[in-house]
T-cell receptor
Framework: AQKITQTQPGMFVQEKEAVTLDCTYDTSDQSYGLFWYKQPSSGEMIFLIYQGSYDEQNATEGRYSLNFQKARKSANLVISASQLGDSAMYFC??????????????FGQGTELSVKP | DVKVTQSSRYLVKRTGEKVFLECVQDMDHENMFWYRQDPGLGLRLIYFSYDVKMKEKGDIPEGYSVSREKKERFSLILESASTNQTSMYLC?????????????FGQGTRLTVV
């Protein structure tokens, strides 16, 4: 069954340092996509980065990068040079399936990141 | 600008009431989702729909039903609200055609059942 696990309920990082948020997943599909979202205290869900199961390169978007290890079924988010505005909940998500019924999207439990000045 | 709109930001209902949560998207997306968000549990999928009148159960469908009569509108129905359904409810939509397209979310409805 499709499953996403985030084992870090809360994390602290010093401003300007890098931080890694863990995400492991379970799926029997060969074709799937992995997403990270940020949810600040305002509650909106902000899309950060995407990794496809067939992508050979790790995804990067500005200060965000995804450490994708397919054999280990992990998709960790790395935030470089943390900023105070990075304090938020972070969710890992997976989409599997394709075609007309494709698109079931499930989420992990989330990690609350606090950036210290 | 893409938009997913949920009809209410805050809602207070009594136990046993029938509750409707409405969600409308203006992006012509095929997929629409309903999640509930609880501390420590993340976002749990209640139902999703990949086409008009089509629906699939998510991980926690008990006590909920959905309706999708038009492509842009996806309704979540609590047939008889209970206190354990007090939660934040999030609606989202996405395209079917591309695996890499992200889902877009509404602002959420915080439902309290008393």
């Amino acid at each position: 069954a499709q499953k996403i696990t985030q084992t870090q309920p809360g994390m602290f990082v010093q401003e300007k340092e890098a931080v890694t948020l863990d995400c492991t997943y379970d799926t029997s599909d060969q074709s799937y996509g992995l997403f990270w979202y940020k949810q600040p205290s305002s509650g909106e869900m902000i899309f950060l980065i995407y990794q496809g199961s067939y992508d050979e390169q790790n995804a990067t978007e500005g200060r965000y990068s995804l450490n994708f290890q397919k054999a280990r079924k992990s998709a960790n988010l790395v935030i470089s040079a943390s900023q105070l505005g990075d304090s938020a909940m972070y969710f890992c998500a997976m989409r599997e399936g394709w075609g007309n019924q494709g698109g079931k999207l499930i989420f992990g439990q989330g990690t609350e990141l606090s950036v210290k000045p | 600008d893409v938009k997913v709109t949920q009809s209410s930001r805050y809602l207070v209902k009594r136990t046993g009431e029938k509750v409707f949560l409405e969600c409308v998207q203006d992006m012509d997306h095929e997929n629409m989702f309903w999640y509930r968000q609880d501390p420590g549990l993340g976002l749990r999928l209640i139902y999703f729909s990949y086409d008009v009148k089509m629906k699939e159960k998510g991980d926690i469908p008990e006590g909920y039903s959905v309706s999708r009569e038009k492509k842009e509108r996806f309704s979540l129905i609590l047939e008889s609200a209970s206190t354990n359904q007090t939660s934040m409810y999030l609606c989202a939509s996405s395209l079917v055609s591309n695996m890499n397209t992200e889902a877009f979310f509404g602002q959420g409805t915080r439902l309290t059942v008393v």
